[in-house]
C-alpha cells in the first residue's frame, strides 16, 4: 500500500473507533503482564472476569509468589493452558522479584527474558504501561495488516516489522489499537463485513475479491 494510502487509512480507522484502548483492566504494569499472559488464545472478556477476582488478593509480585502453580492454576482455570500460564507467571515474578526488584522491565530486551513474554507481550507492556511506542501483532493486527496491505507477512514478527517500517512511531501504539478494534467489529476472520467497511476502498482483501467477480 502506498504512503498516502497507509496515512489515510490510519486517519479513518482512527475516526471510526476514536475510544479504542487496552481491552485488558489493570492498575499497575504487573497485573497488565500478568493479565497479557493470560489472554493467549482466551478473551480479554475472560481475563477480565478472571482478574477481577484474582487481583483483590494477588495483584504484586510479592502476592503472587506465595501460591504454587497448583494453587494460581486453579485461580486462572478458566482462561484455558492454565498450568502453562501459571509456570510463566510464577517463573517471570521470581525473576521479576529476583533480577529486577519487584518491578517489572521497561524494555524489550528485559521483558522477552521474562518466562512466557515474547514480542507480542512486551509490546503490549511496554505500550500500554509505560507508553513506549510498540505495535503488538496478535491475531486481529496481523489478519487486519495482511488483508489491508499495510504489511503483508507470514510471521506476526514480519508483520510487526513492516508496520513499524510503514507508519509512524508516534502513532505505532495508537494504530495498534485501531487494528484490534477493526478486527473485532469488522474485518472478521471468517466473515469480513467488507459492506460496511470504512477502508473498504484501500483494502487489498477487497479489491481482489471485486476483480474476482468482475
Known amino acids: 500500500m502506498k504512503k498516502e494510502n497507509i496515512e489515510e487509512v490510519i486517519k ?5 473507533y476514536p475510544e479504542a484502548k487496552c481491552a485488558l483492566n489493570f492498575n499497575s504494569p504487573y497485573e497488565l503482564l500478568v493479565s497479557t499472559i493470560l489472554s493467549a488464545q482466551c478473551t480479554d472478556v475472560r481475563v477480565n472476569q ?21 494453587e494460581l492454576g486453579e485461580k486462572i482455570r478458566s482462561c484455558g493452558f ?5 509456570k510463566n507467571i510464577l517463573g517471570a ?3 521479576i522479584l529476583k533480577e529486577h526488584n519487584g518491578e517489572v522491565p521497561n524494555t524489550m530486551e528485559e521483558l522477552i527474558k521474562l518466562p512466557g513474554v515474547g514480542r507480542k507481550t512486551a509490546n503490549v507492556v511496554l505500550s500500554n504501561a509505560f507508553g513506549v511506542p510498540a505495535i503488538a501483532v496478535d491475531t486481529h493486527v496481523f489478519r487486519v495488516s495482511n488483508r489491508l ?4 507477512g507470514n510471521t506476526p514478527d514480519a508483520v510487526e516489522k513492516g508496520l513499524m517500517e510503514n507508519i509512524p512511531r508516534d502513532m505505532w501504539s495508537d494504530t ?6 477493526h478486527g473485532r467489529q469488522i474485518c472478521k476472520a471468517r466473515r469480513p463485513n467488507c459492506d460496511n467497511c470504512p477502508v473498504a476502498p484501500y483494502c487489498e482483501f477487497f479489491n481482489n475479491l471485486v476483480e474476482e467477480k468482475k
Open 12 to 16: 479513518i480507522l482512527s475516526e471510526t
Open 50 to 70: 478472571v482478574t477481577e477476582e484474582l487481583y483483590k488478593e494477588y495483584n504484586t509480585p510479592e502476592k503472587v509468589i506465595s501460591l504454587t502453580e497448583e
Open 82 to 86: 492454565y498450568k502453562n500460564k501459571s
Open 93 to 95: 515474578t521470581r525473576t
Open 149 to 152: 496491505g499495510i504489511s503483508k
Open 176 to 181: 495498534h489499537h485501531y487494528l484490534i478494534w
